[in-house]
């Protein structure tokens, strides 16, 4: 269904982006950040699936700034963490912002991120003009994150991920007391993706159904 295209960031940085266009009228702009796994098969088949239910879907290829067009094994974590290291969440965030801008004519935008995307996601929600965010078992945020987001942003959660731990989550609400958090008996870390070990289809297709139910309210 998409295509590869190509974007240009606010610091002069070109990178390749997978885009997915509904076939009617756009209900509005989403961008799919990636895990610390590149630009994979199941990224690509999450952003055709938010263009199958009518919204232009964007995923930048973040390790583009070190190592282009990275598209990892699951299994291959150790390369992800390097990969990942090499891009700072500054840098990370003007991709994002590129990405909204192409985004623009379709109307409101989202960000939607998993793992490492779904840290980035509640960055996006503190620093870019966007209308929400969702933010998929994001396990740094608790770490990392020290504002209160100024767009809604929905959280999902597995109750057996180990990277994000009840303290994380009783965190995280603090942080975010606005935010809209689900936590998913019996899911664990990547709960959401088909080609994980830890895939729970029940829960990640409530989970999606309650994605699509907030980018209804905030990008209406």
Known sequence: ?????????????ELDAYRADP???????VV????IFGVTGHIRQVADGYAAR???????????????R????YSD???????????????????IAASVAALRPAGKVAVIGYCWG???????????????????????IAKLGTEKPVHPVLYHIGDRDMHISKDDVAAIRRLDPDGVVHVYGGAGH????????????ANAALALDRSIEFLRTHLA
Request: net charge negative.
């Open 118 to 140: 779904g840290t980035l996601a509640y960055f996006a929600a503190c620093k870019l003009d966007i209308g929400c965010a969702i933010s998929y078992y994001g396990g740094m």
């Open 190 to 201: 990547g709960f959401n993706c088909n080609e994980r070990a830890d895939h729970h289809p």
């Open 77 to 95: 974590v150790a390369a992800g963490k390097d990969a990942q290291s090499k891009v700072t969440p500054q840098m990370a965030l003007a991709d």
């Open 70 to 73: 990275t598209e990892l094994a």
């Open 54 to 68: 009518g919204y232009v879907a964007i995923a930048p290829a973040l390790f583009d700034r070190s190592t282009p």
């Open 1 to 13: 269904m998409g295509n590869w295209i190509r974007l240009q960031t606010s610091d002069s940085h």
């Open 32 to 35: 799919i950040v990636q895990e």
């Open 23 to 29: 076939a009617g009228k756009p209900l509005g702009g």
